[in-house]
């Protein structure tokens, strides 16, 4: 009864990815964003794929946060959004007794001519990955 809970979970939110993906790429998404703690957001994600992914896995999750101060302004449903699809591909194709790293790191971004203090988030699995001259495909498709 659990598998078929997750496997409902995981196509309403396919569905859902799907109808954002259309609402961002005609431009009509909004974004709400609030003062928000990624790094709790992140332990919230796994706690999630802890519960709703991990029925059948031998995974160990590791967080890391070198970051000084991981609050942000954000839209917390987006980044939540983005965080359970990353993890939830590293689930799917790490195999059992392997860890998967999240790690978040202080940066900077460029903007106007000056420098924008800013958060990096990485997650690290031990997956077959996507070779590079696809990933290059997928990302000049979504900028």
């Not at 029925?55 to 890391?64: A, G």
Request: charge should be negative; proline fraction near 1%; glycine fraction near 4%.
């Amino acid at each position: 009864m659990q598998d078929i809970a997750a496997a409902a979970n995981r196509l309403s939110s396919l569905i859902g990815n799907l109808l954002d993906l259309a609402k961002f790429n005609s431009g009509k998404m909004i974004l709400d964003a609030k003062e928000m703690d990624l790094k709790i957001a992140v332990s919230e994600m796994i706690d999630e794929c802890n519960i709703l992914y991990m029925s059948n896995k031998k995974i160990e999750f590791e967080f890391i946060c070198d970051a000084t101060d991981s609050n942000l302004a954000g839209d917390r449903e987006r980044i939540a959004q983005v965080l359970r699809n990353l993890f939830y591909n590293a689930i799917k194709f790490t195999n059992d007794n392997s860890v998967i790293t999240a790690h978040i790191t202080d940066s900077e971004i460029k903007c106007d001519n000056r420098c924008e203090r800013a958060l990096h988030f990485s997650i690290e699995d031990q997956g077959i990955g996507v070779p590079e001259e696809e990933l290059t495909s997928i990302l000049n498709h979504l900028l």
